[in-house]
């Protein structure tokens, strides 16, 4: 059997307890209560101002190559974001995608994204064409002039919305 840690009671205030009567009484002590907490605390405005102060003194005490080493950072990470970009766009236009619907970090990701891409829209197109009935009238509305590569490129042109 563990024996159980009996908590310490502190025999000067536990001789002192009275019991709260009445709402003043009640009113009192949590008078006193927030008092004694917001003593703990009466000093964070000072604080807080003493920390603003470190802040703005530690950028002042920066040395000029330090703030152009930032920048300069700065200025690579961003260069580096519209390289990806770049790259991105070139794959997508190459592949014939939206560059939004593509994801990787290397060219040979993006082109693998683009082919899957391509493939997704591929079986949707499959999917969602009608299927042929045996039966064909003149209220068909199919145009028979023209030829194959015209008649594919409209129906790309409805599948994607267009006109």
């Known amino acids: 059997m563990s024996e ?27 008078s006193a ?5 917001r003593a703990k605390y009466g000093d964070y405005t000072d604080l807080k101002s003493k920390a603003a102060e470190f802040d703005r003194l530690q950028e002042a005490s920066k040395t000029e ?11 690579e990470k961003e260069l580096e974001s519209e390289r990806f970009n770049t790259v991105r766009t070139t794959v997508a236009s190459a592949k014939g995608v939206p560059a939004h619907r593509i994801s ?10 683009a082919e899957d891409y391509l493939a997704e829209v591929s079986e949707l197109a499959k999917a969602q064409r009608p299927k042929a009935t045996s039966y064909k009238s003149g209220a068909t509305g ?22």
């Open 33 to 37: 209560r927030i008092a004694r907490e």
């Open 104 to 113: 990787g970090s290397t060219v040979e990701e993006l082109e693998t994204s």
């Open 4 to 30: 159980q840690p009996t908590p310490e009671i502190d025999t000067d205030t536990a001789s002192e307890f009275e019991a709260i009567t009445s709402q003043e009484d009640f009113d009192k002590r949590v």
């Open 142 to 163: 199919s145009d028979n002039r023209l030829d194959p590569k015209d008649r594919a490129a409209a129906v790309v042109r409805n599948f994607r919305g267009k006109s």
């Open 65 to 75: 190559v330090q703030k152009v080493s930032e920048r300069m950072a700065q200025l």
